[in-house]
């Protein structure tokens, strides 16, 4: 079974996969934004990779994978 963390933000949480798809780096150590949309942004502390909290999608990589989230 793969090792998620949860993150929450306001009044929701998001169970995401503990590494990035791209390098594995722990997202433990993630930043969290908000974009211009109004996303909340995870931002991979290897490569930078960023993923849109919500739905896992790769807003820019390296990564090309999603990120796996469970809101």
């Known amino acids: 079974m793969t090792e998620r963390i949860r993150i ?3 009044e ?3 169970l ?3 590494e990035c798809p791209h390098r594995k ?3 433990k150590y993630a930043s969290l934004t908000r974009d211009a949309k109004g996303r909340c942004v995870i ?3 290897l490569h930078f990779s960023r993923f849109d909290l919500a739905t ?3 807003l820019n990589g ?3 994978q999603p990120l ?3 809101p």
């Open 8 to 10: 929450d933000v306001g």
């Open 12 to 14: 929701e949480s998001f």
């Open 16 to 18: 995401v996969t503990a």
């Open 25 to 27: 780096a722990l997202l």
């Open 43 to 45: 931002t991979c502390p």
């Open 56 to 58: 896992g999608e790769v």
């Open 62 to 64: 390296p990564a090309t």
């Open 68 to 70: 796996d989230v469970t």
